[in-house]
């Protein structure tokens, strides 16, 4: 026994050891107070008992109290019925001690009611329906919330009674061994006597050196949330982890803890840069979305019964053949804030998408330039290296769109500066890389450079825009410049005042082709907790850190967008990189998923957390190309740009201890299939700005899970090593070392997929194994019934394509059938918004004709891109004559050629313009 | 950078071409015969003539479209009419950039391009102006370098076998000193013994007669009436000589009468022979015991002395042996006959030594040379005269040295630290191998690899180090000028521009 011990304690040392992160840094559920006493909680009695007697009803909105019947303390419970089919419930304390931090800044729907009909209403159960017939049952003892569509119960609130709200409280004299009885409870208020027993961590908690006052004592809120009916959850980002959500059996939740972490780990639930509360449940007749609107620490434990049952006792389960409706349960905990839950009862993935967009916004269309490729390095060293890596790009032919500088290139990382020994005329490299068309991003962190000679710390330092310290000083920490301080981004006019540093008179050396990378916003303090603020540090209105941790890098990313929008006095679109998110940030720019490492792990779970973030609405997501830690080989460079060019933002990036890794290091094979990843990326730009177009006014992302296109089918739910890129484009990217075999599964019973090379057919519902894997192999196909724009010149960067004609990619399905949509305008400003200056078309085949609409009548937008050629594939014989018919009743017989082989038919140079009506039949 | 699409051509032949198909080229105008329809340069495709350069790209090699972006993998010729022709790809026809100086490649009407041919002519012309009179300087000194190799080589041989001849004279030289060491010193050791003995013999007597002076201290020490005799009742006064006994802090006259092994008394020669020993170390004499301890402290702070002089001496193996130090330094022991021989043989060994470790860095210095001999010091020998040479560049931070066919290193201003990245390893790869000079091994990168150099060689009219980068961690990049590696002017070119 005890020899077992000792092995399994080696063993155990070596895990560890072989492990990236250093976990120590990092706290468990265990070590951190009130996830511990949340999550071992066991309520035994229900707790919480709402009193109808004191239910309102007012329009969309019901109240009542709700009493804890162990401590009488009295909550205040609010449901809304808000418009399309969405509803919030929020739970907080009647009366407390303070006020409690309620989250700003994130929801942006005006969230009009909606008049519901009660259905039923008696002292212990009230139920309402709205107008899609979708039910809510309130039940009083104990407090339960069920929510129904039409009759399908598929989510329910506090149905295990692990509804724990800790009230504010005094903090108790130190220790007096007569304990306070019944007596002393009539005299003091009621917040005083809790039966929730003190436990050591509630007024203060140390971890490692560092101790937290907990000023406010224990004030956390948890939840359980059960989803009926459902097998998979998806989404609260963000975790370096699988798509579907796993039980937590037996590990810890999963955590949402905004944090810089090391070389992180992947496969685990460990906190990551950023935090969105929100979870999507799907089965196949519903999709329902659910955000927990909290921005302190949170931990959600994901049980299913279905999955946790089959790990213990499959064969019980095989011998019951129990007919058990599958369920997820989910537990949430926050460590302060209250209870804020908006729920979105689709049904369909696409209404959740667009449900949660009203709510927290969409990702808006970002300029053309910055869906296209992104050359970064940490750090390219001086104004040359940046004319030579621009150069590099010239003469290997490589298109590329954006150069960016990481910190090296200030002075002495005072953001808003330059080093001027290696970047001496930053206008003179600005207007070098403008002349090809090309951007620069140059990176601005939060944390400011403790130099009274450095102007954005002393102003700030002068108007007390800091964030404070627990004892009211600025808060002063480590981070790259040494000692630092944080401008307090929650408070608006620290917002209004670090816009201003972006006015082109402010940042010098810049210009409106220069735009901003926010990094370190989580916000990362070397010195710090778990290396971020102490959470008793203070910021507006005297809320602790403890409440608004989570919004901080979204808070910068806010001041900063503002920042660009007066730059250009409103004309251009934003374009921001952030590593810190929270709900709502899809709204200021796109993410990446952090400082992950060169290994064939990272550029598979590149999918997964990339799909994540599509799905909670931050859809503008990407991975560093290449893996940012160590070195990666050509093998795997050349794969992850494959990959890469099929997820929305496409930057390569590296540590500054890393080779030079540009395209063209890694030998001429290589150079040739990079290009070529990157030039797929080019010639579907405009499929990809259109997706993006789609998404602003939707709420649809362009990277998609297979199951949202394909609902019903669930053998795709689990799926996450193969995607969607919109609905016509499928992709399985291969992310395997020595690769000589792929296994492609094909959705939609009854549909047709064509290989985008090889033009060879596969049937929706069956697999395919491919075995002639060459490292040139990219699986990509595209969806029967869809129409895709192409611009296959290729040039130097997107500026350059702007007038190139057009391919119409027309892939038929099983009734020769297609369609398809195409939107552009000029890539860069709000014209498309102010001025509809844009083109929208949507082009239909059938009855062997192609016929381009268009959708916005009212356009103003003038482009002379054209048509170049439209390549039918699916058709099964081959015309006798093929013919253009233009507006005004031209018509030109058009030369084309058939495959008879691959029944495909090319039509040669139609030759109109784009946004013109027109119509192609083949007779 | 940009070889591969720049093919210099002379103008005569562009000139000749009927500017008919827009962006060919000039060699390949005879092949777009406008009255005939075209087949696409591969053979793959026939097409109408007037499907050239139509924007629309039909051959799979790119050869109907010259003119245009239509094919990804065509070529555009810039005429250049003041210049040279150009290839760009035809990608770069008409994206709103200028690549031709002619601004041929822009004519959608999108920009307007200057005409920068006539100013980048007479650039070019000032750059090969400037290369030539490079060249020529350049190719001079690289000559003057050959001859100052081969002078270098010939001083190194000259001194090699300089060098060569004083060894075998040292050798013999040192044979002759090893015999005569040999003799000194056996004459010496003979001598030595010799005199040891006596030595001996004589510190013994000193020794006893030490002893008879000590006993004699003692009797009368004891011999408290002074009458010459030793007796019990004198004896018994001395209580410290219980310790003998039982030790019970009582000596007594039994106890003493016993200790004198019942004698009435002992004279002194008695004293000496049978009791001096036994008595002398227990008899508490109460002066002598304190000037010892003095002594000792001296003797401990001597050796300390000698401790740290020993640590502090630098050239250790140059140290003589402790017996051959010590005559000098001190009085010798030996009488003058002895001493003589032993001076002479240390003598001997001293010249001996010093003519085996003169053999030795000869062998050395010819060593070294031979390495330097063996070392491919350019095509004629055109690096020979850097060897044991530094180059230094100096930026912001650091100096950087580069010593050929040694080592790089980079010191730095605040600290004078210096680093070494990098030892020399190879020449580069290849037919200009000497373009390139490799340095590896340098201090090891914390958490990286070890530092490395790579020199870039190019032809200039002075052997100087231009530049220094870091393009990877602890990857240098020196630039160094010399005139050791410029190619002499072939023929004039472009004289007809």
């Known amino acids: 026994m005890r020899l077992l011990h000792g092995t399994l304690l080696v063993l155990a040392c070596l895990t560890i050891s072989i492990e990236s992160v250093d976990r120590n840094n990092f706290k468990s559920c265990a070590q951190s107070g009130f996830c511990k006493r949340q999550r071992d909680h066991n309520p035994g009695e229900p707790t919480y008992k709402a009193d109808f007697a004191t239910l309102k009803i007012d329009n969309g909105h019901l109240s009542c109290q709700v009493e804890n019947v162990k401590n009488s303390v009295l909550f205040q419970l609010d449901l809304f019925l808000l418009k399309d089919n969405r509803l919030r419930f929020r739970f907080n304390e009647l009366n407390p001690l303070k006020k409690r931090y309620e989250v700003e800044g994130v929801i942006v729907d005006t969230l009009e009611e909606e008049k519901f009909v009660v259905v039923r209403k008696d002292s212990e159960l009230v139920e309402l329906k709205n107008g899609l017939n979708n039910k809510v049952a309130l039940y009083a003892n104990p407090l339960k919330a069920e929510f129904y569509i039409g009759d399908y119960l598929v989510a329910s609130f506090n149905s295990k009674n692990l509804l724990k709200f800790e009230h504010l409280r005094t903090k108790p004299a130190p220790p007096e061994p007569p304990q306070e009885n019944a007596e002393a409870q009539a005299e003091q208020p009621v917040q005083n006597e809790s039966q929730d027993s003190e436990e050591p961590d509630m007024w203060e908690e140390t971890y490692k050196t560092h101790t937290d006052s907990k000023p406010n004592g224990p004030q956390s809120v948890g939840m359980d949330i059960s989803f009926h009916d459902f097998e998979h959850v998806y989404g609260i980002p963000q975790h370096a982890d699988k798509f579907a959500l796993r039980s937590t059996a037996g590990a810890d939740p999963y955590r949402l803890y905004n944090l810089d972490v090391f070389e992180y780990e992947i496969n685990n639930g460990m906190a990551l840069y950023g935090s969105i509360p929100y979870i999507l449940a799907h089965n196949k007749k519903f999709t329902v979305g659910l955000l927990w609107l909290n921005a302190a620490e949170t931990w959600i434990d994901v049980r299913s019964n279905k999955a946790d049952k089959s790990i213990f006792s499959k064969v019980a389960d095989f011998i019951t053949k129990s007919n058990e409706i599958p369920q997820i349960d989910t537990h949430w905990f926050s460590e302060s804030g209250l209870i804020d839950i908006y729920l979105m009862l689709g049904p369909k993935s696409t209404d959740v998408f667009r449900q949660y967009g009203e709510l927290t916004g969409n990702t808006p269309l970002p300029p053309l330039f910055s869906i296209a490729y992104h050359q970064c390095r940490w750090n390219y060293n001086d104004e040359d290296d940046v004319k030579n890596v621009n150069a590099g790009f010239e003469e290997h032919q490589i298109p590329m769109d954006v150069i960016w500088l990481d910190i090296e290139h200030t002075n002495d990382k005072r953001y808003f500066t330059w080093d001027s020994i290696k970047f001496p005329t930053p206008d003179q490299m600005m207007e070098h890389l403008s002349s090809f068309g090309r951007k620069l991003v140059t990176i601005v962190d939060p944390h400011i450079k403790s130099d009274s000679n450095y102007h954005v710390y002393s102003e700030a330092k002068e108007k007390g825009y800091f964030v404070k310290d627990k004892n009211g000083n600025d808060l002063d920490g480590w981070c790259w410049p040494g000692s630092s301080a944080w401008p307090d981004f929650l408070n608006d006019e620290v917002k209004n005042w670090w816009s201003t540093k972006f006015l082109l008179e402010n940042y010098k050396g810049t210009t409106l082709d220069t735009y901003t990378w926010n990094d370190m916003n989580e916000p990362s303090m070397f010195n710090g907790p778990e290396i971020t603020f102490p959470k008793d540090a203070v910021h507006l209105n005297g809320f602790e850190h403890r409440d608004v941790h989570n919004l901080y890098g979204q808070n910068l990313v806010k001041a900063t967008f503002l920042g660009h929008m007066a730059r250009s006095n409103g004309q251009r679109r934003p374009f921001i990189l952030t590593r810190s998110t929270f709900a709502g940030s899809q709204r200021y720019g796109a993410v990446w998923t952090g400082d992950n490492t060169a290994e064939w792990e990272h550029l598979q779970i590149s999918i997964p957390m990339c799909l994540t973030f599509s799905v909670t609405g931050m859809s503008f997501c990407g991975s560093d190309v290449g893996g940012f830690f160590k070195n990666p080989d050509s093998e795997l460079m050349i794969r992850w740009y494959q990959a890469a060019a099929y997820q929305p933002f496409f930057r390569s990036h590296a540590h500054i201890d890393t080779k030079r890794r540009e395209p063209w290091l890694f030998g001429e094979e290589a150079i040739n299939l990079i290009r070529d990843a990157i030039h797929s990326r080019y010639s579907l730009i405009y499929y990809w700005y259109t997706l993006f177009y789609f998404n602003e006014k939707t709420g649809k992302p362009p990277m998609l899970p297979i199951w949202v296109e394909f609902p019903e089918e669930n053998e795709f739910y689990d799926v996450d090593d193969q995607h969607m890129v919109g609905s016509a484009i499928m992709v399985k990217p291969i992310t395997t070392k020595g690769a000589s075999s792929v296994d492609v599964k094909f959705p939609g019973n009854n549909e047709i997929w064509y290989d985008v090379k090889s033009l060879r057919t596969f049937q929706g519902g069956s697999s395919t194994t491919f075995t002639d894997i060459t490292l040139a192999t990219v699986p990509v196909f595209h969806r029967g019934g869809s129409i895709i724009p192409y611009k296959f010149r290729l040039r130097r960067s997107t500026t350059q394509m702007a007038d190139d004609p057009f391919t119409l990619i027309v892939c038929l399905d099983k009734q020769g059938l297609a369609s398809g949509h195409l939107y552009f305008d000029d890539g860069l400003t709000f014209n498309y918004n102010s001025s509809k200056e844009f083109v929208l078309r949507e082009f239909n085949f059938s009855n062997n004709k192609l016929i381009s609409k268009n959708l916005e009548m009212s356009s103003l937008f003038k482009t002379y891109a054209w048509l170049e050629r439209v390549i039918i594939y699916g058709i099964k014989t081959e015309p006798k004559k093929v013919t253009l018919e233009e507006s005004g009743s031209k018509s030109t017989q058009l030369q084309f050629s058939f495959d008879s082989k691959s029944n495909v038919l090319l039509i040669r140079k139609p030759g109109v313009n784009i946004n013109t009506d027109w119509s192609i039949l083949l007779d | ?497």
């Open chain 2, 1 to 497: 950078m940009f070889q591969n699409i720049l093919i210099l051509l002379s103008l005569s032949l562009a000139t000749n071409c009927d500017q008919i198909v827009r962006g060919i080229s000039p060699e390949r105008a005879s092949l777009y015969d406008p009255n005939k329809p075209f087949t696409c340069l591969d053979g793959s495709l026939t097409i109408p003539f007037s499907q050239i350069n139509d924007d629309y790209c039909d051959c799979r090699d790119g050869s109907d479209e010259p003119g245009t972006a239509a094919c990804m993998n065509g070529q555009f010729a810039c005429q250049n009419l003041d210049y040279i022709v150009q290839y760009i790809p035809s990608s770069r026809v008409n994206d709103g950039i200028c690549d031709c100086c002619d601004g041929s490649d822009e004519y959608s009407g999108k920009v307007q391009c200057e005409n920068k041919c006539v100013v980048l002519a007479a650039k070019m012309r000032e750059e090969e102006e400037k290369m030539r009179l490079l060249r020529e300087q350049g190719f001079a000194k690289r000559q003057e370098l050959i001859m100052l190799g081969e002078e270098f080589k010939k001083t190194l041989e000259a001194k090699v076998a300089e060098l060569e001849d004083k060894k075998s004279k040292t050798e013999s030289e040192k044979n002759e000193l090893e015999a005569k060491k040999n003799e000194a010193e056996s004459k010496a050791n003979e001598a030595k013994s010799v005199a040891d003995k006596i030595l001996e013999e004589k510190a013994r007597e000193e020794e006893r007669a030490q002893m008879i002076k000590k006993a004699n201290e003692l009797f009368d020490l004891l011999d408290l009436n002074k009458d010459s005799f030793l007796t019990p009742s004198e004896l018994v006064t001395r209580q410290e000589l219980d310790i003998l006994f039982d030790n019970d802090g009582k000596f007594t006259i039994e106890e003493s009468i016993q200790l004198m092994d019942n004698s009435e008394s002992v004279n002194l020669e008695v004293f000496i022979s049978g009791y001096y020993d036994k008595l002398s170390p227990h008899v508490k004499v109460e002066e002598q015991g304190e000037e010892q301890q003095p002594e000792a402290e001296q003797e401990l702070e001597t050796t300390e002395e000698l401790e740290i002089d020993a640590d502090q001496e630098p050239e250790a193996e140059n140290v003589p042996e402790a017996d051959i130090s010590e005559p000098v330094k001190t009085e010798s022991k030996y009488d003058a006959g002895t001493q003589k021989l032993i001076d002479e043989s240390n003598e001997a060994r001293r010249l001996f030594e010093n003519s085996e470790r003169d053999s030795r860095n000869i062998e050395r210095e010819i060593e070294d040379i031979n390495k330097k001999l063996e070392l491919d010091l350019g095509p004629k020998g055109e690096f020979a005269s850097m060897i044991d040479k530094c180059f230094e560049f100096e930026d912001r931070e650091y100096i950087y040295k580069l010593c050929p066919f040694d080592r790089t290193v980079q010191k730095s201003k605040s600290n004078h630290g210096e680093t070494s990245i990098g030892n020399w390893k190879s020449w580069g790869d290849g037919e200009n191998k000497y373009l390139q000079m490799r340095f590896d091994n340098g201090l090891g990168c914390w958490n990286g690899p070890q530092r490395s150099t790579n020199v870039i060689v190019t032809c200039g009219i002075e052997s100087k180090l231009t530049s220094v980068a870091e393009p990877n961690r602890c990857e240098y990049e020196m630039k160094f000028e010399t005139p050791a590696v410029c190619e002499p002017n072939s023929s004039p070119v472009h004289e007809e521009l």
